[in-house]
């Protein structure tokens, strides 16, 4: 099974920007579809972000449109989260995923993600 390390968490103020690296330990991981999800407390997980292994695009969930960018750097086997404008509501454990399955924008928010990171701890203050 692939290793998939996040970093970049922290403790920020509204407005203030993170940006989240997931590093993975297989060079299979730069074929792999890419997705960002996040917890908070009392809450169930739900999808954030993810990137397809051409990179040609990348999905979001309403609620991070905008403020939230996902890239990939495939020579370096990692995948990015740039976050802007963070809000308190952003406050969560993120969690970097992949899959090896792909699909098309509507279907990357639904697909098999088997290989999970640790989680990241993210706290946005008012």
């Known amino acids: 099974q692939v290793q998939l390390v996040e970093s970049g968490g922290g403790l920020v103020q509204a407005g203030d920007s993170l940006r989240f690296s997931c590093a993975a330990s297989?060079?299979?991981?730069?074929?792999?579809?890419k997705g960002w999800f996040r917890q908070a407390p009392g809450k169930e997980r739900e999808f954030v972000a993810a990137?397809?292994?051409?990179?040609?695009?990348?999905y979001y969930a309403d609620s991070v449109k905008g403020r939230f960018t996902i890239s990939r750097d495939n020579a370096k086997n990692t995948v990015y989260l740039q976050m802007n404008n963070l809000k308190p509501e952003d406050t969560a454990v993120y969690f970097c995923?992949?899959?090896?399955?792909?699909?098309?924008?509507?279907?990357?928010?639904?697909?098999?993600?088997?290989?999970w990171g640790r989680g990241t701890q993210v706290t946005v203050s008012s």
């Open positions: 297989a060079r299979t991981f730069s074929r792999y579809t």
């Open positions: 995923a992949s899959t090896s399955y792909t699909g098309g924008t509507s279907t990357l928010a639904v697909l098999p993600y088997n290989y």
């Open positions: 990137i397809t292994t051409s990179a040609s695009y990348g």
